[in-house]
């Protein structure tokens, strides 16, 4: 059986293979040769939801493998079910991810995780990492930036 931080790594490779796989689906549907609107996007605030857009949907999109239980755009809140890597089905996690202002900064950017392992069965309560929080963060920011860049690049 492994250990903490060799679990948690795991879950967050996983995260970041859903993101490879999400990032060459985008890019096959970004061959489209639709004339997009024109939009202002100089601002990042550009939202009509209660919070930044782009956070919205990085967070989204890197929780696009988990279940969700809970999406509220006006709050900024998202919540997923527990969700276990098929590849160590003995280590649960759940996330409830919060993005806290409009603007696209690091500190707009809360994540609580919770995490079980089972034993006997049954599912118990397990730390989590610091260092696995601070890796999915750092993802879904990147993904937000990579966001924004594109659509003024596109823009």
């Avoid at 879950?11 to 939009?39: E, N, Q």
């Avoid at 990042?44 to 239980?69: D, H, Q």
């Avoid at 069965?121 to 963060?137: H, S």
Wanted: charged residues 20%; hydrophobic residues 45%; aromatic residues 4%.
């Amino acid at each position: 059986m492994m250990t903490g931080p060799r679990i948690s790594s795991m879950f967050v490779r996983g995260i970041a293979t859903g993101m490879l796989v999400i990032a060459a689906t985008g890019m096959v549907a970004g061959c489209s040769h639709k004339a997009r609107p024109k939009l202002d996007l100089a601002a990042s605030k550009v939202t009509t939801i209660g919070v930044n857009a782009y956070l919205w949907r990085a967070t989204l999109e890197t929780l696009s493998f988990m279940p969700l239980v809970q999406t509220d755009s006006n709050g900024g809140v998202v919540v997923t079910d527990w969700y276990a890597n098929p590849r160590n089905p003995g280590e649960r996690m759940k996330l409830t991810v919060s993005i806290l202002d409009q603007d696209l900064r690091a500190d707009a950017l809360r994540i609580a995780a919770s995490r079980q392992v089972s034993q006997s069965g049954n599912w118990v309560d397990a730390p989590v990492q610091a260092a696995t929080v601070q890796k999915l963060e750092d993802i879904i920011l990147t993904k937000a930036r990579d966001l924004r860049r594109q659509t003024l690049v596109k823009g």
